[in-house]
């Protein structure tokens, strides 16, 4: 990192992590006004717009996409705020989060399968019920998976978001001192929820309202959970905009333009009411807590959000444990709760394939994780050494590109880089990856990283060491744990990453999650066990390695085994 | 030669408007000790001169170190070496690493190696140089952080509290042998404390600062 670099670095970040999400809402506005010349044709009409009003499906995809966003994203708050309510600071809590830390990085994709493989008329659970209890001896007839109102989509969001939420809360409890307000309101005779809840959420809340929004954002617009676990007919808006996109016929790329700013419109609309929604329900809190009551259900409360924390980190859990012997099944026929023989045949014929999209996935992510945690370290050690401050407004900008729906400026950007001839490939496609890993690796490292002791690097240069030694030879080894980490961050959400390899790759860059996800159409059990394994491996190990490397090289360095 | 630290007409202010105003000179083997209330820019003041000043202090005056102006040196240059309260040494090296990192570059291997034993016996911890520092007492912690920073042949010595956080028996014994250490070198001390205790013992000039209204 030479010295006249680092100024730029940040600007170059904003242009890598922005510049793709203004390019492709700008290239979808051309040809949602019907302006597109790589058909042929020329703007401006109002076509497009007819034409996504005229489909058939359009409320229902559109109330699709609105009831499973604000479903999940209201439960999986509500269950992980009485979770911290009821449980914070508890040892049961403590085992739960060392749960959850780790399916965190479990992709989309593979949790939705797991799902899927479990609560399926055919899936694990009727399985190991059947037919001792249920007297099944065919599945049930009924519609689980994609049924029409999208509850199991919404279920498939939800085990995925409540560790999400939670890992992001209990960093902002650090900040809010909740220990000692809870002690406080306990002792003025208020149950522990209640007590919380009145006292702590507030501010907790506060620190995390934009992730919230993120959650909120990504429900609403999610591909790859909708395409595997989301209803059929109709699919929700998002499904429907891809399947316009990758429709032969250039004229659907307008109407799939005009569903992105649609999509976008509804986002957006939904963020102001839930915004407001915020200062309702802030109101009535306030009201609440003016009437001192001290809370008299608090005991059942807490049960019931510990009960569904451990249901959803079981979901996960035991649906990669399903993943995992399907993908060794001999013959499983329905009511057997395992099948006949394991094999390695399901692994020797899908193992090459799988193999190949590995190499792909891990080459994708490796650099895409690298160059985010290069300009990540630039952009901190620059604001270190010219004293910038980070505004609020800068955080707004780097929570931007979570904020905006995929599926609204990626076609544009697809359709874009059609106009100007383009080549889609690896090399888009990891710029693409860049916009949505660069956010999540900033926010990863930029605590750590600001909470390092500055009298350190003082120490060190009073002793002579240049900013570049003090970096390098200081600050970046005391903080080689939280950096693997930010790195391991970076990997797991690349090789989750579905729409942007699949629009941007044009279909010719072929990860595992492009292929498990294109496997969701059929019905081998086996290839989607092997390949959603990879993917979730692909997506751990280097959380694995992020805590391994730092305990053996620091092993004989106590100093930094807990920091 | 005008050996010696000489702080020169200092201004330092922060937005809210002026902080504190110095002018000092603190000859080879003097103690200059600080003094005042928390809050008042004590440690401001250190920052300034190790050039580690943060963007929103604006700073006026001059810092003379042994007839050169460093006042707009960077920190690395200045030769101006600090303690702090905490020992500050870098965990993810062994104590003979620390040494090392502080020890003035240039000379053969078993040059360096024997400077560093040299080092840690002159404070009675020979033989340390593989330990872990989180292993350390606190007045083993803060003889190891005293011999790092003479090894970097400092012109200066700045101190920040360096005593505040070891206990009573303990500080005493560490004082004396900073001070002592410090004369040896005849280097410029500058020390800010808000214990009397300290200042006393330095046997200095003492200056108060007052909080600005």
């Known amino acids: 990192m030479r010295r006249p670099v680092l100024p730029v670095l940040p600007a170059l970040t904003l242009l890598l992590m922005l510049g793709p999400v203004a390019a492709g809402l700008w290239g979808a506005l051309l040809p949602a006004f019907g302006h597109l010349p790589a058909a042929g044709l020329t703007g401006p009409s109002l076509y497009p717009f007819h034409a996504v009003l005229d489909w058939p499906g359009l409320p229902r995809a559109a109330l699709l996409s609105i009831t499973t966003g604000v479903g999940a994203t209201v439960i999986s708050l509500c269950v992980v705020m009485l979770l911290l309510a009821?449980?914070?600071?508890?040892r049961a809590f403590r085992t739960l989060e060392r749960l959850l830390s780790p399916l965190l990085s479990v992709p989309h994709a593979a949790a939705a399968f797991g799902l899927a493989f479990l609560i399926a008329p055919s899936g694990w659970i009727a399985r190991l019920v059947s037919p001792a209890i249920t007297g099944w001896e065919r599945p049930p007839d009924v519609l689980i998976v994609q049924d029409p109102l999208g509850l199991t989509m919404m279920a498939g969001l939800i085990v995925k978001e409540i560790p999400f939420l939670i890992l992001i809360s209990i960093a902002a409890l650090g900040q809010a001192q909740s220990q000692s307000s809870i002690k406080v309101a306990q002792a003025l005779g208020y149950g522990r929820v209640t007590g919380w809840m009145k006292t702590v959420f507030p501010r907790v809340y506060a620190q995390i309202r934009l992730p919230v929004y993120v959650v909120l954002a990504y429900a609403m617009s999610v591909v790859d959970v909708a395409v595997i676990l989301g209803p059929n007919t109709p699919p929700t808006l998002s499904v429907q905009i891809v399947k316009w996109m990758s429709d032969p016929d250039l004229d659907m790329r307008l109407l799939a333009a005009a569903g992105a700013l649609l999509q976008l419109g509804l986002v957006i609309g939904v963020l102001v009411l839930w915004r407001v929604a915020e200062g309702v329900i802030a109101k009535l809190g306030q009201g609440w807590v003016a009437r001192g009551a001290r809370g008299k259900c608090d005991p059942i409360l807490a049960q019931s959000a510990l009960f569904l924390g451990g249901v959803s980190s079981a979901a996960i859990f035991l649906g990669l444990v399903v993943l995992t012997i399907w993908s060794f099944a001999g013959y499983w026929g329905f009511p057997d709760a395992f099948p006949d023989g394991f094999t390695l045949r399901n692994w020797m014929r899908h193992g090459p394939g799988a193999l190949a999209a590995l190499v792909e996935t891990a080459l994708i992510a490796g650099t895409v994780s690298i160059v985010a945690l290069m300009l990540t370290i630039g952009c901190l050690e620059a604001e270190y050494r010219y004293g910038l401050r980070v505004t609020q407004r800068g955080i707004w900008l780097l929570y931007l590109p979570l904020l905006i729906p995929q599926t609204a400026f990626l076609p544009g950007l697809q359709t874009l880089m059609l106009g100007i001839g383009a080549e889609n490939g690896r090399f888009p496609v990891m710029l693409a990856h860049l916009v949505f890993v660069l956010p999540y690796v900033f926010l990863s490292l930029s605590a750590p990283f600001r909470a390092w002791d500055v009298r350190t690097g003082t120490v060190a240069a009073a002793l002579g060491a240049s900013p570049d030694a003090v970096l390098w030879r200081v600050r970046?080894?005391?903080?080689?744990?939280?950096i693997l980490t930010a790195l391991a961050v970076g990997l797991a959400v690349s090789v989750g990453q579905y729409l942007p390899t699949l629009l941007i790759g044009g279909g010719r860059v072929t990860t595992l999650t492009t292929e498990a996800v294109a496997l969701a159409s059929g019905a081998d059990r086996r290839a989607i066990g092997v390949y959603g394994?990879?993917?979730t491996g692909a997506?751990?190990?280097?959380?694995?390695l992020?805590?391994?490397i730092p305990a053996m090289l620091w092993r004989n360095r106590k100093g930094l085994r807990d920091g | 030669m005008d050996k010696g630290l000489f702080l020169r007409n200092i201004e330092i202010s922060s937005q809210k408007g002026r902080l504190l105003s110095v002018s000092h000179d603190i000859a080879p083997g003097a103690v200059l000790s600080v003094m005042g209330p928390s809050g008042v820019?004590?440690?401001?003041?250190?920052?300034?001169?190790?050039?580690?000043?943060?963007?929103?202090?604006?700073?006026?005056?001059?810092v003379m170190l042994d007839g050169h102006n460093i006042t707009d040196l960077p920190a690395h240059k200045r030769r101006v070496g600090i303690l702090f309260q905490d020992d500050l040494l870098f965990p993810h090296l062994s104590v003979g690493a620390n040494l090392a990192f502080g020890l003035?570059?240039?000379?053969t291997k078993t040059a360096r190696r024997d400077k560093i034993a040299e080092a840690l016996t002159e404070v009675d911890l020979a033989g340390f140089e593989s330990r872990d520092p989180a292993t350390l007492s606190g007045g083993q912690k803060a003889r190891v952080a005293l011999m790092r920073m003479l090894l970097s042949e400092p012109c200066a010595l700045l101190l920040d509290e360096p005593f505040s956080r070891l206990d009573a028996a303990l500080r005493a014994q560490v004082r004396a042998l900073v001070f002592a250490?410090?004369?040896?070198?005849?280097?410029?001390?500058?020390m800010v404390t808000h214990d009397a205790e300290d200042a006393q013992a330095a046997g200095g000039p003492i200056i108060t600062l007052q909080a600005q209204r």
Not at chain 1, 539 to 544: Q, V
Not at chain 2, 41 to 62: C, H, N, R, V
Not at chain 2, 181 to 190: E, F
Request: overall charge positive; glycine content about 12%.
């Open chain 1, 86 to 90: 009821g449980w914070s600071g508890t």
């Open chain 1, 476 to 482: 970046l080894p005391m903080l080689l744990r939280p």
């Open chain 1, 533 to 535: 394994l990879m993917q």
């Open chain 1, 539 to 544: 997506a751990l190990l280097p959380f694995a």
């Open chain 1, 546 to 548: 992020a805590l391994a």
């Open chain 2, 41 to 62: 820019g004590k440690s401001t003041l250190l920052a300034f001169i190790t050039g580690t000043l943060p963007a929103d202090f604006s700073a006026q005056g001059t």
């Open chain 2, 104 to 107: 003035a570059s240039g000379g």
């Open chain 2, 181 to 190: 250490r410090a004369k040896a070198r005849s280097l410029p001390v500058l």
